[in-house]
């Protein structure tokens, strides 16, 4: 069945240091991808997306490539804000009907200053 | 892009009442909305799909007796915990989106349910 893995966090960093936070996923078809981010006591805000192999999501200085190849949608920041600190969860939709998401289990990011 | 307010934020009840929780997409008009819940340090877990006029879909495991969903009208969803226990206690999340392929649905804010 569909699938998502996500590198078990929690991830801590110093600010300004690179994350990357790995994403794999199984799926049949062609599932549309996309990372979430929760920040505490919060619902989920959509961090950016992909939709179909090679397109490159970016929102925030944060990016992710879809890779149909590696079946991987890993995270990247080139400098992270203490700001950045959350929950980041991977997910695909695997149909038309949005919303029907299915998410790694998250990973904490926590950044120092 | 669009807002989806979820209500109330938190709630502690006591054991053996019921609990409603509702969900509003309150400048689209939301086809199907989606229930998720999620426990401690682990990710959300879909529950139930709503679409408007139709009896809610859930996803094995889920009582649909105990989690009694209502998609009455575009814009609201409420979803109704019943004679709550502990174990139900957990963040309830819902999401609002509209039919088609690849278009993004939005979340509420969720909701802290404590069951005492």
């Known amino acids: 069945g569909n699938s998502v893995t996500q590198m078990e966090g929690p991830v801590t960093l110093s600010e300004e240091a690179f994350l990357t936070i790995n994403c794999t996923y199984t799926?049949?078809?062609?599932?549309?991808l996309f990372w979430y981010v929760q920040y505490p006591g919060e619902g989920l805000q959509l961090l950016l997306k992909a939709t179909k192999a090679d397109d490159k999501g970016s929102n925030k200085g944060f990016e992710a490539t879809y890779r149909k190849e590696t079946t991987s949608f890993h995270l990247e920041k080139g400098s992270v804000q203490v700001s950045d600190s959350a929950v980041y969860f991977c997910?695909?939709?695997?149909?038309?009907?949005?919303?029907?998401?299915?998410f790694g289990q998250g990973t904490t990011l926590q950044v120092k200053p | 892009g669009a807002v989806v307010s979820q209500h109330p934020s938190w709630v502690i009840c006591k054991s053996g009442t019921s609990v409603k929780i509702e969900c509003r997409s309150l400048?689209?008009?939301?086809?199907?909305m989606f229930w998720y819940r999620q426990f401690p340090k682990q990710s959300l877990m879909l529950m139930a799909t709503s679409n408007e006029g139709s009896k809610a879909t859930y996803e094995q495991g889920v009582e649909k007796d105990k989690f009694l969903i209502n998609h009455a009208s575009l814009t609201l969803s409420t979803l109704t915990v019943t004679s709550a226990h502990p174990e139900d206690s957990s963040f309830y999340i819902c999401?609002?989106?509209?039919?088609?392929?690849?278009?993004?649905?939005?979340f509420g804010q969720g909701t802290r349910l404590t069951v005492v």
């Open positions: 799926a049949t078809g062609y599932p549309s």
């Open positions: 999401s609002a989106g509209q039919q088609g392929a690849n278009t993004e649905a939005f």
């Open positions: 997910a695909l939709n695997w149909s038309s009907n949005t919303g029907k998401l299915i």
């Open positions: 400048d689209f008009q939301a086809t199907t």
